[in-house]
């Protein structure tokens, strides 16, 4: 008999990227998971240029949606959706196919970073991690 166990893997939040929801110091842990994504998951992905770094971002669009940035709105084939999540004006503009197995990421907080799909494009569903606690606070000491 073979059993799967998950890999779980901690990360800590070390940026403004993911204000108000993560702050920087926060800890999360994460495994690969094959189950459909939703909008508004939080998930750890590996940085496409840069070794052993890893980025916290939300998905915002899902596999098979085109997204298109325009005036610092967020439309999600060619409709504004609700983007409760964003926070500062989502620039640069541009416009983004998704394909059958890649997702669209962006920061909460946009005007600290453009560290995303805005500026590496979609990301491989493959390679991302789902936090199972998405806020573990750090002790802090007063």
Known sequence: MTIIAPVWQ???VADRSMEPA???GDRLFARQSRRAFTRGEVLVIP???QDDFWLVKRVIGLPGEAITIDFGIVL???VSEVDCWGRGSTFPEGKWQIGKDQ???LSDN????VDDSRMFGPVPVNRVFR?????METLRRG
């Open 22 to 24: 993560l702050v920087d």
């Open 47 to 49: 940085h496409p240029h």
């Open 131 to 135: 936090p199972i606690w998405h806020r």
């Open 10 to 12: 901690r990360f800590v």
């Open 110 to 113: 946009r005007t600290a970073t």
């Open 103 to 105: 997702l669209f990421v």
């Open 76 to 78: 999600i084939d060619g």
